[in-house]
């Protein structure tokens, strides 16, 4: 064994195969820990950000609605919501056309809250297109839209 080929070899960058799934489990996670990061130093998480998106578009959603547009799985969600509300974010009412149901709102105060992880998230995001060029990230957007799109 050659002294330090240990070394080299862990040096060299891990090749990601070209395959679709691969390349976009490791942009996601690698997008995903950047933002994460930015959110972490506002105390906020990327979940919580998304569930305060989520909340903004509309005038309340019901759990179910919020399980189909983040994706996570019921208690986590549970979680999320029950966090939100415990800080003064959300709040929950009864869905007025069913009652055995409950709808999440945002407050003013998780649009305020909103607000400002926004702007943390735009700045990750226009730092991003800075370093790989804005057409390619626009161009990477639209695909990654229309893909989603095909599966709804």
Do not use: F
């Not at 989520?54 to 019901?62: D, F, I, V």
């Not at 069913?98 to 649009?111: A, F, I, N, Q």
């Amino acid at each position: 064994m050659v002294p330090g080929a240990d070394a080299a070899a862990a040096a060299q960058p891990v090749r990601v195969p070209d395959d679709l799934v691969e390349l976009l489990t490791v942009t996601q996670r690698r997008v995903s820990r950047g933002v994460a990061a930015v959110l972490a130093e506002d105390g906020a998480t990327l979940d919580g950000y998304r569930l305060l998106r989520s909340l903004a578009w509309g005038s309340g959603r019901s759990m179910g609605e919020l399980v189909a547009a983040l994706h996570l799985p019921a208690p986590t969600l549970t979680r999320l919501v029950d966090g939100a509300v415990d800080a003064a974010l959300a709040y929950r009412l009864p869905d007025p056309d069913d009652g055995r149901k409950v709808v999440v709102h945002l407050s003013d105060l998780g649009r305020t809250r909103l607000s400002r992880l926004q702007a943390l998230v735009q700045a990750h995001e226009s730092a991003l297109a800075t370093s790989l060029g804005v057409d390619r990230v626009a161009s990477l957007a639209r695909a990654l839209a229309d893909l989603a799109r095909a599966e709804d």
